[in-house]
């Protein structure tokens, strides 16, 4: 199983920026799909995720500003970043769950300038 991160770029504050995470290798059939994301020097925290039923869940330092969205007929989960602030400068990457089995997408990094 491949996740291909790709969006990431540098962005003024205020922008909008576009992840796409591609899944290969296997059918889209994950539980639970979600970007992370880790700034320098701090811990890999959950920004977003979605169920295979389409429920969504968001850190609260995202809500209002990011979307997650899948589709199933591209094999591909999607974040929608709005508002984008400089704190939100990290890489992300997007995570897949299906039972026991974890998988990660490589990273793209996101820099927010003010």
């Known amino acids: 199983v491949q996740l291909q991160a790709s969006g990431g770029g540098l962005v003024q504050a205020g922008g909008s920026l576009r992840l796409s995470c591609a899944v290969s290798g296997s059918t889209f059939n994950f539980n639970v799909m979600g970007w992370y994301r880790q700034a320098p020097g701090k811990q890999r925290d959950m920004v977003a995720r979605?169920?295979?039923?389409?429920?969504?869940y968001y850190a609260d330092s995202v809500k209002g500003r990011f979307t997650v969205s899948r589709s199933n007929a591209k094999s591909t989960v999607y974040l929608q970043m709005n508002s984008l602030k400089p704190e939100d400068t990290a890489v992300y990457y997007c995570?897949?769950?299906?039972?026991?089995?974890?998988?990660w997408g490589q990273g793209t990094l996101v820099t927010v300038s003010s």
């Open positions: 995570n897949a769950n299906r039972g026991m089995a974890e998988y």
């Open positions: 979605i169920t295979s039923g389409g429920s969504t």
